[in-house]
């Protein structure tokens, strides 16, 4: 038996595989295909203060290995997620972490400070990487002041675990990263999608209605990868690996990178309960290698 | 609802670009109704990667077999084409909220366009079944894509084709026979309607459905990722209701509810 | 008959489609292949002041729907590039465009300086984005004041075509560009690779021995798209789109974007012939399209 | 040297993981000499992406046609094994340099360690035509790999076998029953070595060699992009040369100036 449970701030994870936000719901929609419990635990489609309608359509397109989206963070606003969605996550028997979004510094801690009485609520992850708003989103998370600031202010609010999602929209992540523990971060989340674009050459139209979108899936696992890599090496508090992870290899090339935890996103559109297989062939990994726990994974790295 | 590894058991072509895909599929097969759809894994690889929807275009239920009927379009269907019987898919379904027929009509005018035939034949076969009469509007590019329209009680169903390129039934789109029917029954309490296809056929039919006194049923089609209403990827903007999934909310709404244009 | 000839400075190509650097040598190697006179110009691996021998291996890995390199400029030098190579260029019947690196600010306009007299050359790319050295690359190319410096050295010390090569690795492409615009460039080429890493999880060793690498090909192009949209917008000289570029539809999105040329990279490895089939695909499709030229394409992108 | 389409003869499984895939290739067929290779691409699409480079086994020059070996180990080499006669393949190819025989040496010592067999029996082949004697170390992990030594003229060469796990010849690492043979010729100037196979035993072999008074040829892999000495991604490092190119200036080198550890 392999111990795959993990500590991040408060939190207590079963095993290291969470569902990422905008991939899974509300925890409700894949609950015929698999047992929602079986994984470390779940984060939230992120929410805002407000209700939002999200962008115009086409939202998604297909790329080689990925796919475009440009959802904007969709939602049903803070006040409604309390009396509508969380009633329905008091079922699941796993870690549920809202992702939270403002298009003001303010509204992040708003948001957090309405949530922070509920014992559903494990822990936030706070989004300042959506490249598909116009505020708030990638403006705050390539800026390092405001990331501390919009830390700090959601750190005051909670006592609850904050993770940090970061975009890899920037020049050195590593600022972004410091910025965000310096702000009181338990936890750092990376990557969110990637700004990419395409077109359609019969009508010339861009793909997306909003032009520009995120780029998520497979063909993103080596920049993901990149990113965890330069974040472990500088700062020491648990990363969170996304991007592009579809098979339990992935997983485990995120976790000698030095990840703590991952996350899946795509592939749960592919194969909704393919994050069931990832954790089994982690614990097979671990095992085969004689390892007792996935401690002994993150960071196993070796030289070139 | 629920995903299943399921066996190709024939594929038939039926014209250049269209194929009819028979699936093993018990579970789907007994649960389906009109209007639902599979969201179908194309191949154990990452390129193409997402799930392809289709509309469940037939049941055979006795048998546990489900039909899919599909055009060639990209690289998904390009691949789905080479596929032979033994094959097998892994599909999710029935997805979606298909047609309801609890209304008091006695007579279903069915419109489809291109392939949005596709869930029309289950349809039929469905109001059929319960005793409805069915008066069917069908438009194509061009005959060879129109097939097997001869199967059904033809006591029952009254059958009106339309081709673009005049090979088969009226020259022209389906939509003028459609008008020319509806100047005389729009206030016709016996009918209600039911339409697939095309984007500007459906905008067309919209407006001649303001002027009819009875229901509208639409099946609409947007870009996918989840089929379930998780990603919010295939938006539908309706009336005073703002965004609704097709997936999941759908694919079948209430027509004028529709705000086709954004 | 389309027009398909571009101008870019002083430079005018028979058509838009280039071999991008670091993809087709010294322009020699694939001479068996196909008419190399067909395309519309080469831009020549990088060229440094000295010889550079480049990274230790394993260099080059498959990634999805991509590849991460490694290189790591490796190439003879100035001095021998004009000796060895110049004359094998002599027999293209193409426009030749040399790709210049330098670990210094002053290499830069020194190697352009000593090619300056070569009418041979028939323009520069600064290259201050590659991914896989220590000094120079990258460092320079996120940086607009250096970006600037070193793109002004070399207008002082050339009256060729100057082409910047950007990298997508930055917060703010659009300053980067602007800056190269201020500096003097007269044209400019984005993407160059995005910065990815894989694993061996076998051994558990990075696939690259230098760890972190430039990944290329189709996984890409969608960030290229993006990017290229977004400088186009910001500035007024004509950019070169380069990333994922396998088919002439890809090309084609490229140029609705806004791009005035192209750059054929990765796919030279799979397709040595790939590129002119590419030129017959943009050709055919502006003829469809009822297009005399190839600038009725660039920029036609519609209202999504 | 050229790209060509190049049609499936037949593809024969030798044991469970190895296969042999029969070309018609014409071009190939006719330049080819041993230690050259073929960059194959696997499949017209964007996953897998880069060709696969793999060693010349055997020509057939009068029927045109190449026979390829290869051991399935990732996706390409996986999608390679379904393919069926008729199937075709596009290659470049004949790539690189081979084994040279200019010296004056008249027997051959061939060493191949697993899949660096493939390139040896065209070596052999050519080494009995052009009536030089062969002496052929193969090792392999089990029996089942070793295959097909009893069809050359038996009088010509002196064949001896290892595998790990001693189903078969000796059992343990080939370059023991090596390293026994050089003890007594390890001055004898009418002997060359050409060698092939993973690195550990190159290794060995190198260190062996080096008290041996006559020359080595070693051939090489290294992962591979554009196959023409482009890319600069399959660089090997030389003593006293530095990097040189695997596919342009090799595969084969002279094996005492490979630095193995970089
Ligand atoms: C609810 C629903 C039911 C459908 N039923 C049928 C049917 O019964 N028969 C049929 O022929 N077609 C049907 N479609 C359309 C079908 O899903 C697409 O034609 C198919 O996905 C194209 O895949 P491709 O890989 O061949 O094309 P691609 O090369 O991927 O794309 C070609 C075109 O198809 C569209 N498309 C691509 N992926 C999707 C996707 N995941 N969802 C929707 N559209 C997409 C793209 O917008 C693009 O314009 C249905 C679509 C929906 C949403
Ligand atoms: C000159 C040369 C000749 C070769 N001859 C043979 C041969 O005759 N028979 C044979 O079985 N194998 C041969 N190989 C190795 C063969 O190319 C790889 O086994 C094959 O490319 C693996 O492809 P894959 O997609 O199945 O594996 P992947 O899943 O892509 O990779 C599995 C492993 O193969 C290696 N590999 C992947 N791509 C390449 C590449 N382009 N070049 C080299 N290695 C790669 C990777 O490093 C990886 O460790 C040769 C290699 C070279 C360089
Ligand atoms: C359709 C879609 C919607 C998403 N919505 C959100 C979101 O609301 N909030 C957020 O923080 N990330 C969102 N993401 C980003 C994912 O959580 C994840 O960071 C990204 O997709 C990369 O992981 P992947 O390659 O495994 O998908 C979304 C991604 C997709 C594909
Ligand atoms: C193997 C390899 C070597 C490269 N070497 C160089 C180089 O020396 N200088 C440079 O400016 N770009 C170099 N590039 C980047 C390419 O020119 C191009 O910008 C990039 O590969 C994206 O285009 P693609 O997706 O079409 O390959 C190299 C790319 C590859 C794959
Ligand atoms: S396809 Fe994901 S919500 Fe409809
Ligand atoms: S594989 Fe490109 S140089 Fe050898």
């Given at each position: ?60 397109v297909e790329t080689p290995c990925g796919m475009l989206n ?123 999608t990637v700004?990419g674009?395409g ?15 995120g780029l998520s899936g497979p063909a993103i696992k ?21 991007g592009g ?21 795509t ?38 | ?45 990452l390129n193409?990667l997402l ?212």
């Open positions: 038996m392999v111990d795959l449970s993990v500590k991040i701030g408060n939190l207590h994870l079963k095993n290291p595989v969470l569902m990422a936000s905008g991939t899974f719901g509300y925890g409700t929609e894949y609950r015929d295909y698999f047992d929602v419990s079986l994984l470390g635990g779940i984060i939230t489609k992120t929410v805002t203060g407000k209700m939002r309608e999200g962008n115009p359509m086409p939202r998604i440009s959802i904007g963070l969709a939602n049903v606003g803070v006040d409604r997620f309390c009396q509508e969605k969380m009633p329905e996550l008091d079922h699941l028997d796993t870690v549920v972490i809202v992702n939270v979004a403002g298009s003001t510094i303010e509204e992040y801690s708003e948001v957090v400070e309405k949530m922070q009485g509920y014992d559903r609520v494990d822990g936030f992850e706070i989004n300042i990487s959506c490249p598909n708003v116009k505020k708030g989103g990638l403006e705050f998370g390539t800026d390092p002041e405001i990331t501390e600031t919009v830390v700090s202010g959601v750190r005051k609010a909670t006592d609850k675990t904050i993770l940090v999602k970061l975009t890899p929209n920037v020049t050195d992540i590593v600022t972004i990263a410091r910025a965000s523990v310096n702000g009181g971060a338990d936890g750092l989340s990376l990557i969110n700004l674009m077109v359609d050459i019969e009508t010339r139209k861009p793909h997306l209605a909003r032009i520009v979108g080596p920049i993901a990868l990149a990113k965890v890599y330069q974040v472990v090496k500088a700062i020491s508090i648990p990363v969170i690996g996304i992870i579809m098979k339990w290899e992935d997983a485990v090339a995120f976790f000698i990178v030095g990840a703590t935890a991952i996350q899946v996103g592939l749960n559109f592919i194969e909704p309960d393919g994050a069931v297989k990832i954790i089994q062939g982690i614990e097979r990994y671990c095992e085969k290698n004689g390892m007792r726990s996935i401690g002994e994974l993150t960071g196993s790295l070796q030289k070139g | 609802m629920g995903a299943y590894h399921c066996q190709v058991i024939q594929q038939i072509q039926i014209d250049e670009h269209i194929y009819r895909l028979v699936l093993q599929a018990h579970e789907i097969a007994q649960t389906a109704y009109p209007g639902q759809f599979v969201h179908l894994r194309i191949a154990d690889q193409p799930r392809r929807p289709f509309s469940i275009h037939r049941v055979l239920r006795d048998k546990g077999q489900i039909e899919l009927l599909y055009r060639v379009i990209g690289r998904g269907t390009s691949l789905m084409k080479q596929t032979k019987p033994g094959d097998s898919y892994h599909l999710m379904g029935p997805l979606g909220k298909g047609f309801v027929f609890d209304g008091k009509f006695t007579t279903a005018i069915v419109v489809a366009g291109g392939m949005g035939v596709a869930p029309v034949f289950f349809l039929i076969d469905e109001l059929l079944a319960l005793g409805k009469s069915v008066i069917f509007f069908w438009g194509a590019r061009c005959g060879s894509e129109l097939f097997g329209v001869l199967q059904w009680n033809q006591s029952a169903i009254e059958i009106h084709l339309a081709t673009e390129d005049g090979s088969q039934g009226y020259h022209g789109m389906v939509t003028d026979p459609l008008q020319t029917f509806l100047n005389h029954r729009s206030e016709d309490a016996s009918l209600a309607g039911f339409v697939c296809g095309p984007r500007a056929m459906l905008k067309k039919i919209q407006l001649l459905s303001t002027r009819t006194s009875f229901e509208w049923q639409v099946s609409l089609e947007e870009t996918m990722a989840c089929g379930v209403g998780v990603c919010q990827g295939c938006a539908v903007m309706l009336k005073n209701e703002g965004f609704r999934m097709v997936c999941s909310d759908g694919p079948v709404f209430d027509l004028k509810n529709v705000a086709f244009d954004g």
